[in-house]
């Protein structure tokens, strides 16, 4: 009988992450739930543990190195390896034109969505590479990361960030048959759609709801995003049928950006 494989996920108390690791698990992983909220965090634990779920977890910040590399030894000392690394967590950042970008909100965004995926990178190759049998990076980027939106200058930005990162370390990671890739989502029925909403109102005059549906005007299919969606891909890039596929950025978007 072979091993059980384990897939990590950062961000994963809520939201997509929570979705990814759902999926995941229905895929059969043993799965590693980590976020920086301790309180959705053990929500989420004792609803996967109810569902007979093989799951631990770890609250941790991504943008600290040592807290990634704590979160791979957690996977490693409960379940013996990582073979998926999800490197989902993210935030959406101050919502603003750059004239009014404040120096705080862009150091925070940059933190959380370059540098923790730098270090999550960092933490899960090192490992893959000791175990010598390869693995699967997966990382978060969005539409933002192949078009820049207005009013979400810093944001756009680190999404393009991470395009980058992901090609970089499939190309460095390669021979040690270590797959990197991205997954790009539209608009999705989160609580972070539900903010930038909010925030949007007051530059674009709209009211509660109005942004949003603006927006999604723009989807081919005609409607917004789910978690399920998203993890669709995501499923697809964890699974040995992506085996050939590193270095993309791949978007889940409905058809609202077309490369």
Request: aromatic share 6%.
């Amino acid at each position: 009988m072979s091993k059980q494989k384990v897939a990590v996920i950062t961000g994963s108390g809520q939201g997509i992450g929570k979705g990814l690791a759902e999926r995941l698990a229905n895929d059969g992983f043993a799965i590693v739930l980590s976020d920086i909220n301790e309180a959705t965090l053990s929500e989420t634990v004792k609803e996967f543990e109810e569902k007979g779920v093989n799951v631990t977890s770890m609250v941790g910040n991504v943008a600290k190195l040592e807290d990634q590399v704590a979160l791979v030894q957690k996977a490693v000392d409960t379940f013996g390896s990582v073979d998926v690394f999800i490197n989902n967590a993210g935030i959406e950042g101050q919502i603003a034109p750059l004239t009014e970008t404040d120096p705080k909100a862009v150091d925070r965004v940059f933190d959380i969505n370059v540098k923790g995926v730098i270090y999550g990178i960092q933490a899960a190759a090192n490992q893959m590479k000791k175990q010598g049998t390869g693995g699967k990076i997966i990382n978060a980027c969005s539409i933002a990361g192949q078009e820049g939106f207005a009013l979400l200058g810093p944001y756009s930005a680190t999404k393009f960030a991470v395009k980058g990162l992901t090609q970089v370390a499939a190309k460095e990671l390669a021979r040690d048959k270590i797959t990197v890739n991205s997954y790009c989502p539209g608009i999705v029925g989160t609580a972070m759609w539900e903010r930038l909403d909010e925030g949007m109102m007051k530059y674009l005059g709209t009211k509660k709801g109005e942004a949003l549906a603006k927006y999604a005007e723009g989807i081919a299919l005609g409607r917004t995003q789910t978690p399920e969606d998203v993890a669709n891909l995501v499923s697809f890039l964890a699974s040995s049928q992506s085996d050939y596929i590193t270095g993309q950025n791949i978007l889940s978007d409905g058809g609202m950006v077309f490369n």
